[in-house]
């Protein structure tokens, strides 16, 4: 009598099939694996960057300058509007942005409230820490009480750690780019904001918009 | 008498089964990741597209050339990017309408994006 079970060629054979199969399959998971991961970290800068982008935006975009506070009381002249500075610090393009800006506080909610002119000083800077190293600062100022870029009462977020660059370009009246803004004689055209994160593996992504404050058409201007 | 236990056939089937089975879940993954390249993707044209249109505003002129290619080292290289002036009629009044068009690569396959701004040039 026959005995029951397989033959070892056929046991052969199915593992063999066996082994083909999840050969592909594991190879085909593992490279799945790779791009979702690489996919994922990538989606998380861009959300971050996308986070950024739209606090940044909003800031410039309710940016005033402010003549009578720019004369000051004595004559002098005050910076006023968009005061950046290109500090090119370590060969980064890290600048400096202080705004006046002319909208409800986004953080400073409650104070002050009665008395609210929807008038504030916002700032944003890098800034690095011993314990937790370099970080992207929003500095949020009641106003209006110092110099556009220093002191005050102040709320301050640290927005992001992973932020390498924020490299800022400003339009003066003849649409010609500076890359300061020295916060004299009015808003600029427009400005173009780049910013670069840059994520633990190493992996970066960019982000690159253009604001115009002052523009010379489009609805609104001329029909 | 028959043998208990599967025979070869049932096994291959089996095994074949599986491995359909497994493809279509990895494939409908894999297509997940490309709809997600393809918005970030989207998310740079759009983007190129608003921000050159935002420097024609701010100039209030039409740049010269009004065409061109992406460089090297251009997220979107290998593609290019055209601004056409038009009028449009609107109840009866001409309004200016300049488009920017974004030719870009995908797949090697050559795709379009468009946007555009009504306003008059100086």
Redesign the interface.
Known sequence: MRRGGFTLIELLISLTLFGAVTALLLGGYFQFQGQSSRMSKTIHLRQELRNLESLIRADLTEAVYLENYAKGAEGEIRPSGILAMDLMEGGFNRDQLHLQVHSRGQFFTGFKLAYNPELFEVSYYFETNPQTGLGFYRREAYFIDGPLDEGGDAIVHQLSKRLTQMNLTFFDDQNQPQKDWPGKGGLPLGVEVELTLEGEDGTSQTSHFVINLRPAMGPGVRF | ?K???FT?LE??VS?AL??GL??LI?QS??EG?FF??KT?RL?IVQ?EA??RL??L????EMPNPASGRFETGHPLEGGRWEIVQEQEDFLG?P?GKITCHIFYLENEQEREFSAS??????
């Open positions: 008498m043998r208990p236990g070869l096994v291959l095994f599986l491995a497994l493809t990895f993954q894999t990741i997600l390249a970030a998310e983007k608003m921000n935002m420097g505003e701010r100039a209030g009044y309004i701004i009504l306003g008059d040039l100086k």
